[in-house]
């Protein structure tokens, strides 16, 4: 585990290095509100400048959280991004516009339009007999017992599929496509950062379980479930991840990370059904001990875009180099393992104690049969048919 002493002070150490530019996809509640606020709150008054987006559809909480921000960080640039549903790839494309107009405006009046964080938790998990809100207790037993559906048969109760008007499962689509689409979208900010860029998306690394490798979007009914949405997500983010940082050698370092069980407002919503109320005091005493608090949740996803995951090097000697000079910046400790088991190869898997999940041997047998083509083959297939106006059915 990282101490969380060292934590603050890497995220401390990061906001005064340079200038920040970041963007928070879910950050009106839950785990991106905890890490805006541990940003902010890093940053107060002795950074050296932050211009955050907060992208969402609750305007309302986007405006507290905005007030109490700039309460704590003064000199912080604080925008609501208004999304629609990030579940429709349009919608995705839409914000990215909003944001990258923005971030054209910056370099028109002399600035440096980029971005240096993308950090993605927008999610929603449909329970078969409480869709709209069942979230939480599916989102629980994703995040605490990953066996128990499977181990009691519960798989096809706890989620029921329900696709999207361009062809994609919503949970897979705002788990997976959705993200993957902000960082292709964003790209040209992201490789414009001198970080360079780094990207989190939040779900549930090192869970990988089943694969279907002839069904990636689990469209045949037998095979959808919450276990294979989870392990199917799971593994196509990482391999999509992969690509990405031997695409962009040098500019991005990507993570994907389980953030164990986090106890955030949601937990008390009034929405929420008696029977869920009931059982989630019955279970609290028991599952606390294990959860991570908010504040604490908040320092740990930040400190992700810390030197300690660094992006990929083209060359060895460069990466040698910068390991060197990320480890003396960082008071920190060792670059961190990629997922395919070498030191900083820029794609990550981890712990919500910030440690990486040894990967390597896992894919080893899916990299050799090329699954890592056919998972980039397959996500940039369902961005073109969707982008030309159609209707994805692989």
């Keep these: 585990m990282v101490q969380i002493d060292r934590v603050r002070s890497c995220n401390s150490t990061l906001v005064k290095t340079q200038p920040l530019v970041a963007v928070f996809v879910g950050g009106t509640s839950g785990i991106g509100e ?9 940053h107060s008054d002795q950074g050296k400048g932050l211009r955050l987006y907060i992208v969402g559809r609750n305007a309302e909480a ?20 208004q999304a629609g549903d990030l579940a ?23 600035g ?30 994703s995040f605490t017992v990953p066996p128990l559906a499977d181990s009691f048969k519960f798989d096809h109760l706890l989620m029921c599929k329900t696709e999207t008007k361009e062809g994609l499962d919503m949970s897979m689509s705002l788990l997976y496509y959705s993200r993957m689409r902000f960082v292709m979208k964003l790209l040209p900010l ?46 196509m983010t990482t391999l999509f991840m992969e690509k990405l940082a031997e695409q962009n050698p040098g500019h991005l370092s990507l993570v994907h990370v389980y953030p164990g069980l986090v106890f955030t407002e949601a937990f008390s919503s009034a929405g929420l059904p008696t029977w869920f109320k009931f059982a989630f005091r019955l279970s609290a ?13 908040g320092q740990r996803i930040l400190f992700l875009a810390t030197p300690r995951y660094p992006a ?64 980039w083959d397959h996500t940039m297939k369902a961005f073109d048919e969707i982008e030309a106006g159609g209707v994805f059915s692989g």
């Design 190 to 235: 992201l490789r414009a950062s001198p970080l360079p860029a780094h990207i989190v998306s939040v779900y549930s690394a090192g869970k990988e379980a089943k694969l279907l490798s002839e069904d990636l979007s689990l469209r045949t009914p037998q095979h959808y479930g919450q276990a294979n949405v989870r392990s199917h997500v799971t593994y």
């Design 62 to 81: 986007a405006k507290k959280i905005i007030a109490e921000c700039v309460h704590v960080c003064p000199r912080g640039q604080f925008r609501f991004v």
């Design 34 to 42: 905890n890490t805006i606020r541990a940003l902010a709150a890093a």
């Design 112 to 141: 440096h339009g980029r971005v240096d964080l993308l950090v993605m938790s927008h999610h929603y998990f449909p329970l078969l007999f409480q869709p709209r809100t069942g979230i939480l207790f599916s989102f629980i037993v």
């Design 88 to 110: 429709l790839l349009k919608d995705v494309d839409h914000v990215c516009s909003d944001i990258t107009r923005m971030e054209e405006e910056e370099n028109a009046k002399g």
């Design 285 to 297: 005493p028991f599952v606390r001990p294990s959860s991570v608090s908010p504040e604490e949740n």
């Design 312 to 375: 990929r090097q083209a060359i060895k000697d460069e990466m040698a180099a910068d390991s060197e000079k990320a480890n003396a910046n960082n008071g920190s400790a060792e670059i961190a393992v990629g997922t395919d088991g070498n030191c900083g190869s820029g794609a990550y898997a981890c712990n919500s104690d910030g440690e990486t999940i040894p990967l390597k041997e896992t894919y080893k047998k899916l990299r050799e049969e090329g699954l890592a083509g056919k998972v």
